[in-house]
């Protein structure tokens, strides 16, 4: 069974910064490319970036420079250290894993959200 689970959402200050955290666990071959989605009720999700096994990142361009995603591959987490957060930033935050669970077998597993709340 593979689990993902994000973590270090919060209640953060208008230009204020955050770290969030997403785990993988279970048993797996190995964990791949790994996202960052988020959601503010009511909308769609929307796309913030990912980073591959390799340690490659992209970036939706408007958060670029304010966010960096990186990854412990030994600990199968990801990792997204957000910046200057404004009341944009506020929304659910979702982490999504390409996972090798079994030679031939490929599934991309999702986390359950974590909320950020970001106040004047």
């Known amino acids: 069974q593979v689990q993902v689970v994000e973590s270090g959402g919060g209640l953060v200050q208008f230009g204020g910064s955050l770290r969030l955290s997403c785990a993988a666990?279970?048993?797996f071959i190995r964990a791949t490319t790994m996202r960052w989605v988020r959601q503010v009720p009511g909308k769609q999700r929307e796309w913030v970036g990912s980073i591959t096994l390799e340690g490659e990142t992209d970036y939706e361009p408007s958060m670029k420079g304010r966010?960096?995603?990186?990854?412990?591959n030994a600990q199968n987490t990801m990792f997204l250290q957000m910046n200057n957060l404004g009341p944009e930033d506020t929304a659910v935050y979702y982490c999504n894993v390409d996972i090798l669970v079994r030679y031939g077998n490929w599934s991309t597993y999702w986390g359950q959200g974590t909320q950020v709340t970001v106040f004047p």
């Open 67 to 72: 966010f960096t995603i990186s990854r412990d």
């Open 25 to 27: 666990s279970g048993s």
